[in-house]
């Protein structure tokens, strides 16, 4: 009878050929937009928010890319939530996969690695939409969202 998920209706190529939606957003702002995979950065890695010369910028800016991507740990995420991306995309069904990436506002460290992700899948061959939901939004006071000092 030969594998039951190889079988005509369940999945195989035709779902490996979604494109992958990422989306960064900020707690501070809202709940978590729907998705297979959510990564909260608050806690674990630092904000730039806190280097007075990064505050008003954004992930789209040089300078504070580099500092997210500088920060320990950050590329080993990118790298995992690749590899989830991929291991989920190679499933039995291949639905399609959404990851959602956060921190306090939004506006620094989630879509650096929302962007540094879609970087990886897309030197895999894998086609992804990227969104940064809260990018352009106000800065938050001080305080008023969970982050990891320095």
Sequence with gaps: MGNP??????????????VVRIVSFGFG????????????LRAHFRDPWHAVALRALTGADEPVQAAVLATPGVA????????AVVAMR????????????????GRHRAPVVADAIAAALHQRGIETAVGHRDIRRPLLPPGSTRTLRG
């Excluded at 998920?5 to 979604?18: K, L």
């Excluded at 080993?76 to 590899?83: E, F, M, N």
């Design 5 to 18: 998920w190889q079988q005509p209706g369940w999945g195989g190529d035709a779902g490996r050929m979604s």
């Design 90 to 105: 190679t499933g039995p069904s291949a639905a399609a996969v959404t990851v959602a990436l956060g921190c306090g506002g």
């Design 76 to 83: 080993a995420l990118v790298t995992t939530l690749a590899g």
């Design 29 to 40: 702002h809202g709940a978590p937009p729907a998705a297979d995979l959510v990564a909260d």
